[in-house]
């Protein structure tokens, strides 16, 4: 399990070249990606900072610049994306609805011609619509708290693994939110765990991951 998070401090940052720790990039963080780590993009169409779901979604011509730069900061070799440190960069999302989720599932083309996985953010209803497996390579597991820890989000993890999907799970916060994710096959999660007191918060944090990492190849041998 990894886990993605904002690189904001110094301790952070290192712990995100040597750890199970990588980062996760928003249009509105502001944080240089870290040399070394692996990371993923998300697009902030989550509540903002006035609590409203997509407040902080700058657009989709915006977004694709800051993919751009990522692309750039990274320095993969274009012809060769397994040099890429990117996980997915997500297309954009409307929360709790999956139907008018997959109206901007548009985008997912864009992130893959600019040379990046693209991810499909898995909302409330999406298990009652015609999913797109053939346009996304990583499943975010977004939606509602409940939608997200049900059976309907347990089964397209299901599906998504055994389609060879990279599996994501956002707002994982908690020793038992990363044991479920891990649980149900999940490969990260993110969470704003690190964002206060992120050096107070990283031990505790490391020590979650340990668990979870040294734990589960003894479950699955049982």
Same mark, same amino acid.
């Given at each position: 399990? +990894? ?16 750890? /199970? ?80 989720? @997959? ?6 083309? %864009?992130?893959?011609?600019?040379? @990046?996985?693209?991810? +499909? ?11 797109? %497996?053939?346009?996304? &390579? ?36 908690? @020793? ?5 994710? &891990? ?14 007191? /992120?050096?107070?918060? +990283?031990?505790?944090? +490391? ?6 990492? &040294? ?8």
């Amino acid at each position: 399990m +990894l886990y993605l998070a904002n690189p904001s401090t110094t301790r952070v940052r290192d712990a995100m070249v040597t750890g /199970p720790v990588g980062a996760i990039m928003s249009p509105r963080q502001g944080n240089r990606l870290p040399a070394e780590a692996v990371f993923a993009i998300d697009n902030n169409c989550g509540p903002g900072k006035d609590g409203r779901p997509g407040t902080a979604y700058p657009g989709d011509e915006r977004y694709m610049t800051l993919i751009q730069a990522l692309i750039e900061a990274d320095g993969a070799d274009p012809y060769d994306p397994f040099t890429s440190r990117c996980l997915f960069a997500t297309a954009p999302d409307v929360v709790g609805d999956a139907q008018a989720t @997959l109206r901007r599932a548009y985008m997912l083309g %864009w992130i893959r011609y600019a040379g @990046l996985p693209a991810a +499909l953010v898995a909302q409330d209803g999406l298990e009652h619509l015609a999913t797109p %497996w053939d346009d996304f &390579d990583a499943l975010f597991l977004g939606g509602s708290t409940a939608w997200k820890l049900g059976p309907a989000a347990r089964a397209l993890v299901g599906e998504a693994k055994r389609r060879g999907k990279w599996v994501h799970m956002g707002r994982v916060n908690s @020793l038992k939110r990363l044991w479920y994710a &891990d649980a149900i096959g999940c490969d990260s999660a993110d969470g704003t765990f690190l964002t206060y007191a /992120p050096d107070a918060n +990283l031990p505790r944090l +490391l020590g979650w991951l340990r668990e979870v990492n &040294d734990q589960a190849p003894l479950w699955d041998a049982a």
